[in-house]
């Protein structure tokens, strides 16, 4: 079961917030794509398409063309934007935020042991109480595969769980060549 929700209340100027459905791909989309015009080209859709669209359509081309992994998709997103898809007929939740983390993305477990994602931390914190964190920046989830880094998406992604005063929560980190991204 998959509960979506979606309020232009206290909508930034600068992300926008947009809800689109298409084939049974649920989109909540904020923010913009710098480089949406050569996307649409590229993947041969009209100028009418908006960025939450083109996110669906991104999603279901690599879903349905296999061996494709959806670190390609989300690798050619330029600008500051974060999204949540729930596919219905896959059963499957695939999230992403940009590597600046410009659109503020946060995900908990609440009381019953759902997954929930929100741009608001203290609505999520209503929700989750104290088992919330930051969203990773320039990562991507799939309840498929689990978070992963698309900017190094063969290394590993770590939790490491953090501590803020009352709050529980987990810093991000990414190895890759004996450096180490953290993101929090």
Known sequence: MATMAFTHSNQSLLHP???????????????????????????????????????????????????????KMVGHL?????????????????????????VPLYWGITADGCLSFSGDAELLKAACG?????????????SASGLRSYEYPKNK???????????CGTAFKVEHENISAWMV
């Not at 904020?30 to 999603?59: D, M, P």
């Open 157 to 167: 992604v770590m939790g490491i769980p953090t501590m803020d005063g009352e709050m």
């Open 130 to 142: 104290k088992s919330l964190a930051s969203f990773p920046q320039g990562c991507f989830y799939s």
């Open 78 to 102: 330029e600008g500051q934007f974060a999204f949540v898809i729930f596919d219905r007929g896959t059963k499957t939740v695939f999230t992403a935020a940009d590597s600046n983390g410009k």
């Open 17 to 71: 917030r947009s809800f689109a459905v298409k084939d049974d791909c649920f989109c909540l989309f904020e923010g913009t794509l710098e480089n949406l015009a050569s996307l649409r080209q590229e993947y041969g859709l009209s100028k009418c398409v908006n960025e939450v669209l083109f996110v669906i359509e991104a999603y279901r081309t690599f879903r349905d063309r296999a061996p494709y992994p959806a670190c």
